[in-house]
Structure formats: structure tokens, C-alpha cells
DNA sequence: CCATCTTTGTGCACACGTTCACAAACGCAT
DNA sequence: ATGCGTTTGTGAACGTGTGCACAAAGATGG
């Protein structure tokens, strides 16, 4: 089985008309956009195999796509096949990266220095694709002062010399829930138009300013949904004849649920999870 | 400005057509679910600062989306608010958790325990909302018998037992990326029917296997996009005018960068990023 | 009981994304 | 040159997702 929509984890605010008007400018549909890593990933490992061409076919095999919308999203870019034999691989890894803009070098500060931090400096996915490390951030002056992946961690009070030094446009949050808009806001004062956001919050940007989400538990959630059926579990036994039931049963029903704060329904809700409050989320991985 | 698609990383085999079957089954949209947990965070918030109703209008600003598209995804799961007043916090949270199958107990192992391994070993989102971690499973014999997280990694070879014995159903890999196919393999194998991928790769799962996909180096391209068209740069500079023209000149064209082997613009991009090779992203950051 | 105000639930139109299917383009052998 | 097999590029059909705008439903006050 595989599951749905090819995406859902990122980019927090749902406007397609904003990325429409931004990405469209000369015609990129965002999904296409969202699938050019993916045959960038597949292409260098097919290039570092010395592989000369490749058919849609195989590509899109490798890279687990469907051909024809690999051949269209390939369309988007410029005519750079040729009938009968393939696209030439590390032409393809030029345009692409080009087209990402993964051809010049992308300075990027990470925020929050705790596991996940961590891992993001070690990620060797960023540096081999034209993204550099400028600098390690982090409030805690525990943490300060310490290294990661070679680089030390400095404090958040250096953000704005970094940031303007280095012409730094990425962001990268990996704070507790609560000081990521804070520091996103330091962010974006500092100059950083693009925010990559793994804390699980809302952030509020002004226009012009990019950000992406990535939520390592809606994942799971999602995981969690498609599992639930597949046990062929109705979502459970509930007491729910009534909410599918229209007119004045409903309504009653609804009466009856706010005069009890909720309904045992609620409590059940309430005491199923561990008791901990679920926007702490990061607290126990971030140390800022 | 706002990027647009609400989604973008995950799923890796993107086919609604399957996806569709399998969730529409009882009526709820692919896109609906995806953002039924950020409802659901934003409603946890409510009900810890007991506000007992909210409207569609500010629950949709507390969740980052649009509310007629918020109310149209709660339409699918019934009809669960009073007109002229809004949604009951309480029980609306427990409807959701109940439809993501939240209100039981999900455990969960997590198979390579390095940085990303040790992050969501404690990331207290999984707890907090219905997952448990049954175990940490690493095969470096250097890290088996550490703790993360108030947890012992154990053993690649207890996987079978611990899947066996407490009916795990998700798997996390946070393996290499030249591990991950074949812990996945061994996962599937042992009974494990839904899989978060962190390692980028492509899996192939056998039908009834949900995979969804988390890389963490996609989000940062696609932001590198974004940035690049902020700049106003063109993509680049590039030898192209040929290659948006039709006709034979093209055709010409890729002959000539077969000929040359990817001519120079292929050199130019071999050596644009640093020459390690892309596949082994996460190497440094897994042991195992 | 009626009038008024608020907010939901949804029909509808439109935009976006995916897939099919096929003609045009190319390489190659004869 | 010509014909054959292969593979691209894309027009068109379809399905999904989004957002508007409004009628129906309930609350509230007189």
C-alpha cells in the first residue's frame, strides 16, 4: 500500500495563490518544485555511477515517482531530453541544481542546539548540496562554548553580526516551541528571509519572509490514522449515533455536551495521553 | 509571504488514487487528515487555558489555515459544532484524537540511534500524544547497551522478539541511508505494517506497508528555490538560450552534450558542492 | 414568541495536480 | 535515404483541493 498525496508535513502556511504567484512567475508548479530534490538525489547517485543517460522510466523508478509525471515536471524546466535515448545525467544534475539554485552556497544559522540541533549540524545532506553552516546558536549559556560537528556553539546575542556578516538568508529553528517565535522574529529582524521550523508552532512571519514547517509527530500521527484502519477499527465504539444524526438531535446533543464542560467523552479525551502538556514537545530536546 | 502547498515531505509514494481507497474509505480527505493534528495541537492549547469553545474562525488562526477550509475538514468528521457558537473545545479534541486513532496506546521502535535517533527518542511529542517507545535498536555493538533518553539501545537482533511481544505496528528508521532498505525489509518482515522514514532513500514496501517520508534536506532546497527567486536572480547565468528553443537547434544542442560527455556545464556542477558524495546524507550523523 | 445577531455547514466554481495516451522526434540499422 | 523501434514532450480528461458566499441553525434579548 502506499499512502496518499506525495506531500504533508511542510510549509505552515496553506496560501496557493501566494506560491502560485511566487513560484509560477516563470512557471514552476510548487509540487514540481517540491519533487526536483528527489531526481536530484537519484541523478547524482546515478552520476556517480558513471551513468551516462537515463530514461524517464528508470529515473522515475529511482527517484519512486510515476514517469509521466516526471517527463511533465521535467517539461516545466526546458526541453532537455532527447527522443529515443534518455536525459543526459549530469546535464539533468546541472539544470536542476541550478534551477534550486543549488549552485551558489547557501550560509544558513541554526537556532537550539540540543539533539536535534545536533543532528542537523552533522547532516551531511546540507553541506553537500550548497548549504554551509555559518554558526550554531543557542541562549543557554550551558551549551555555549560547546562544540558541534567542529563548529562552537555562540550566543544568540552574536545572531545579528552573523547574520549580516555572512549574508545569511536561511534560518533554521530547532528550539522549544516556546522561543521559536521569538527567535524568529530575531531572525527576521537580523535580515533572514527563509525559516526552516522543526518546532511544533505557528509561526507568524511578515510578507516576503518564506517558512517551512517540518513536524517529526504530525508524521506519526498521519502513521497512526492510516494504521487505525487498516486494523479495520471504526475509530472506535464512541457514542457518536447521535453527531452523524441531523436536526434537533444534534442540536441537543451539542446543548447537552457544553452544559457538561464536555462529557465524559472529554474526560476520556483528557486522561488517555499522559498527562503532560502536549506543547512542551521539544523542551525535553532542546536545552534553550 | 507564504510558501504554498500545505504539504510537500512526506509520503514518499505519491498515489492519491491508493491513498484515496484506502482513507476515503469512510469519507476523509488525504489533505483533511494531514491537518487534523495541527487542529488538534492548536485545541490542546485551548483546553489547557480552559476555554471551553472557540470559533472556526479563531481556531483556524491558531492552526495557520483558512476557516472555510477548516470547517470543511471538520464537516467530514461530522457535525461537531453549534451554529452561532462555535466548536466545544473539550470534545472536539476528543473526536479528532479518537478519528487519528490517538486514544490508544501506539508502541513504537526506533531502528539507528544516533543524533536523529537520540532527538525523537526524546521528543516528548510522541509521548504526549499516544506513542510509546517499546525500544531503541541500534547495530553498532558501540552504542547497544548506552541509554538514550532513559532507555537501553538494544540490539538489531532483539528486533523480531520486541515486535513480536509488544504488537509494535509503526517503525521510525534513522538508519544511513545504506542501511535503511534493508532495516526496512527486516521491519515489514517481523510485522511492522507502518514505517517514518528519516533517511533519504526510497523504500519499497510491499503492498499494505505505509511508508510516509521526512527529509530533512528537501525542505532546505526547496527553500533555496524560494530564496533564489527572491533574489530576482534568474536561476543562473547558464548556456541556455539554446535550450528553451525548439526545433533542430535543440536537437543539435543535445547532441553536442552527449558528444562532450555533459559538456561543461556538467563539470561545472560536479564541482559546485563539496565532492562527497550525496547518498551517505546521514552517515555521519548514525554510527550504525 | 419574535427579531436580530452570530456562526456553522455546504453547494458551487475554480485552480491545481495527476494520469493517460499519442504524435513528433530521434538513433540506428539496412 | 528509408523504415523501425524507442522515448520524449504535451494536449486533454479527470480527480482533488481550495475558497467564496450564503442559507440554515442556533443563541440571545426584549
Redesign the pocket.
Given at each position: 500500500m502506499a499512502i496518499?498525496?506525495?506531500?504533508s508535513s511542510s510549509s505552515q502556511t496553506?496560501?496557493?495563490?501566494a506560491?502560485?504567484?511566487t513560484s509560477?512567475a516563470r512557471g514552476i508548479?510548487?509540487?514540481?518544485v517540491a519533487?526536483l530534490p528527489l531526481y536530484l538525489r537519484a541523478l547524482t547517485a546515478l552520476s556517480e555511477r558513471s551513468v551516462p543517460t537515463?530514461?524517464?522510466?528508470?529515473?522515475a523508478a529511482a527517484a519512486g515517482?510515476?514517469?509521466?509525471?516526471l517527463?511533465?515536471?521535467?517539461?516545466?524546466l526546458?526541453?532537455?531530453?532527447?527522443?529515443?535515448?534518455?536525459?543526459d545525467v549530469e546535464y539533468l544534475v546541472y539544470q536542476i541544481s541550478r534551477e534550486l539554485g543549488l549552485t551558489q552556497d547557501w550560509p544558513v544559522v541554526i537556532v537550539g542546539i540540543g539533539n536535534l540541533g545536533h543532528a542537523l549540524a552533522n547532516y551531511g545532506g546540507f553541506a553537500s548540496r550548497g548549504f554551509r553552516v555559518a554558526a550554531l546558536l543557542d541562549a543557554d549559556p550551558n551549551v555555549v562554548g560547546t562544540a558541534a560537528a567542529g563548529l562552537p556553539v555562540r550566543h544568540m546575542d552574536e545572531l545579528e553580526a552573523i547574520v549580516a556578516a555572512q549574508h545569511v538568508s536561511i534560518g533554521v529553528i530547532t528550539t522549544p516551541p516556546g522561543a521559536a517565535q521569538q527567535v524568529c522574529d530575531r531572525l527576521v529582524e537580523a535580515g533572514v528571509t527563509s525559516i526552516l521550523n522543526f518546532a511544533p508552532t505557528v509561526l507568524t512571519v511578515p510578507d516576503g519572509v518564506d517558512v517551512r514547517k517540518v513536524d517529526l509527530s504530525i508524521e506519526l500521527q498521519i502513521l497512526a490514522f492510516h494504521e487505525q484502519r487498516k486494523a479495520g477499527d471504526e475509530p472506535a465504539a464512541g457514542d457518536s449515533v447521535l453527531d452523524r444524526a441531523?436536526?434537533?438531535v444534534?442540536?441537543?446533543a451539542?446543548?447537552l455536551r457544553?452544559a457538561a464542560g464536555g462529557g465524559k467523552a472529554a474526560e476520556q479525551a483528557k486522561s488517555a495521553p499522559t498527562g503532560k502538556g502536549p506543547e512542551d514537545d521539544l523542551s525535553a530536546v532542546m536545552p534553550a
Open positions: 496518499g498525496r506525495p506531500s496553506p496560501d496557493p495563490g506560491a502560485r504567484r509560477r508548479p510548487e509540487a514540481t519533487r537515463v530514461s524517464s522510466e528508470e529515473l515517482v510515476n514517469s509521466a509525471k517527463r511533465k515536471d521535467f517539461s516545466y526546458g526541453s532537455y531530453g532527447t527522443r529515443g535515448v534518455g536525459y441531523p436536526g434537533p444534534r442540536a441537543a451539542a446543548k457544553r
